[in-house]
């Protein structure tokens, strides 16, 4: 299996590994749940099928129309999920709608990584009042030629987050922004590295177009950890 340590858990990017991975947690009917718009909605939902030949897997409709409604709207989608002691996450992209068994499903590709973070060394913290109140001010790719103003909308154990930033600054999934800043409320700040997964354009509370990527944070992990404290998105029920 190829994976790489990361701060919080491991990266695993084996198809091999990821579908025997997803195999064991439809098997158990594990619940998959994902965050859709900003976090407001909440699909869960559980495996079908995960068909590691053709490399494609199969999640049921949630019981929430507004929910699968905004899922397939989605260019990608990052679901999380529990297995045994670990916390799984790993983002699904172009989601579009078919027939398995007679019954409506929703495929995607198979993943092309997974996060697997052990839940007892990073145990789930709520939002709390920092997640109703703001985000996270950061410069992204303060090393590079063009930094940028981001704010970080959501950070989780398994080291996957989002930002949000200025529609005119153009993102590709596999970019890498070294030595991001991230500003803690209080002034102090950390080091990322972010690497950038997906992207897809947004609309502000204003009205004013914007962009949000789903990153993986890469950082030391006393910086993770802490930045996870400040402001880490609650997992779904265990």
Do not use: W
Not at 135 to 161: H, K, M, Q, Y
């Amino acid at each position: 299996m190829q994976s790489d340590s990361a701060a919080t858990g491991v990266l695993v990017r084996s198809q091999i590994e990821i579908a025997r991975i997803l195999e064991t947690i439809r098997s158990g009917g594990e619940p998959l749940t994902a965050f859709l718009d900003g976090g407001k909605q909440r699909f869960t939902s559980r495996l079908l099928r995960v068909d590691s030949r053709d490399g494609f897997i199969l999640v049921d409709y949630g019981p929430s129309k507004a929910a699968n409604s905004a899922l397939l709207a989605q260019e990608s989608v990052t679901f999380r999920c529990n297995d045994g002691p670990a916390h799984l996450e790993f983002i699904a992209r172009a989601p579009r709608e078919t027939q398995y068994q007679d019954r409506a499903a929703i495929r995607f590709p198979l993943p092309e990584a997974l996060v697997r973070v052990h839940r007892r060394a990073h145990p789930r913290i709520p939002v709390g009042d920092v997640a109703d109140s703001a985000s996270l001010r950061c410069i992204a790719d303060s090393a590079g030629a063009n930094p940028f103003e981001a704010r970080v909308t959501d950070v989780s154990p398994g080291g996957l987050g989002t930002i949000v930033y200025n529609a005119r600054v153009r993102l590709a999934p596999g970019m890498q922004l070294p030595r991001s800043k991230i500003i803690f409320p209080m002034g102090r700040t950390v080091l990322v590295n972010l690497e950038v997964c997906h992207v897809q354009p947004v609309t502000l509370e204003d009205g004013a177009p914007a962009q949000r990527a789903g990153c993986r944070f890469i950082a030391g992990s006393r910086d993770l950890a802490e930045l996870i404290r400040v402001y880490v998105r609650e997992i779904g029920a265990e």
